[in-house]
């Protein structure tokens, strides 16, 4: 029995290439720990750094039969384990900005909802007062207001001067202002 554990990296390179697992296990056991160390210091987290070193040597595994050595398995694990960093990196900041995408985006509809509940709850408030005002105050405010006429518009309709309707938007708001409780 061939032991395979003095051989040259490109040796045990040739023999992956042909579906020879220990020679995998070998370049495997040999690089692991060098590899794991370069690839923490860069990205700070061990559990990153076992997880890109795991995924790079699956990749030469599964590609092993079209992967081809312009120079050495050093320089090709170094370069390959280098991307695999390079894209692991890219991927936090994409995780990231997603995150923080999401967390505004939670917080926007967190606050809309509330948006609305506050505004559903002032529209009542000012219908309850709106409806305490004197007929013709309320219905210059309606037609003000809610139909968005304007008090030219509503002194025609009314059969009163321009000044009256001024003068019964005014009481209105004055009123509306002051008896309102849900403050801002």
Same mark, same amino acid.
């Given at each position: 029995?061939?032991?395979?554990?003095?051989?040259?990296?490109?040796?045990?390179?040739?023999?992956?290439?042909?579906?020879?697992?220990?020679?995998?296990?070998?370049?495997?056991?040999?690089?692991?720990?060098?590899l794991l160390e370069v690839a923490y210091n860069?990205?700070?987290?061990?559990?990153?750094?076992?997880?890109?070193?795991?995924? %790079?040597?699956?990749?030469?595994?599964?590609?092993?039969?079209?992967?081809?050595?312009?120079?050495?398995?050093?320089?090709?694990?170094?370069?390959? %384990?280098?991307?695999?960093?390079?894209?692991?990196?890219a991927e936090r900041k994409k995780r990231q900005?997603?995150?923080?995408?999401?967390?505004?985006?939670?917080?926007?509809?967190?606050?809309?909802?509330?948006?609305?509940?506050?505004?559903?709850?002032?529209?009542?408030?000012?219908?309850?007062?709106?409806?305490?005002?004197?007929?013709?105050?309320?219905?210059?405010?309606?037609?003000?207001?809610?139909?968005?006429?304007?008090?030219?518009?509503?002194?025609?309709?009314?059969?009163?001067?321009?000044?009256?309707?001024?003068?019964?938007?005014?009481?209105?708001?004055?009123?509306?202002?002051?008896?309102?409780?849900?403050?801002?």
């Amino acid at each position: 029995m061939q032991l395979l554990g003095d051989e040259l990296d490109e040796v045990l390179f040739d023999l992956l290439k042909v579906n020879n697992e220990k020679a995998f296990t070998i370049l495997y056991n040999r690089y692991w720990d060098k590899l794991l160390e370069v690839a923490y210091n860069k990205l700070k987290l061990q559990a990153d750094a076992e997880e890109v070193l795991q995924q %790079l040597f699956v990749q030469i595994w599964n590609s092993r039969h079209h992967i081809f050595l312009r120079y050495t398995f050093r320089t090709y694990i170094s370069a390959a %384990l280098k991307y695999a960093i390079y894209h692991k990196i890219a991927e936090r900041k994409k995780r990231q900005f997603v995150f923080f995408e999401e967390e505004i985006n939670a917080d926007f509809a967190d606050n809309s909802t509330q948006y609305m509940l506050d505004f559903s709850q002032v529209r009542e408030e000012i219908e309850t007062l709106v409806a305490q005002l004197p007929e013709k105050c309320q219905m210059v405010y309606r037609l003000s207001r809610e139909n968005e006429m304007t008090a030219k518009g509503i002194a025609e309709r009314m059969g009163i001067s321009e000044k009256t309707v001024q003068g019964h938007l005014t009481k209105a708001l004055k009123y509306i202002k002051s008896n309102l409780t849900i403050l801002f």
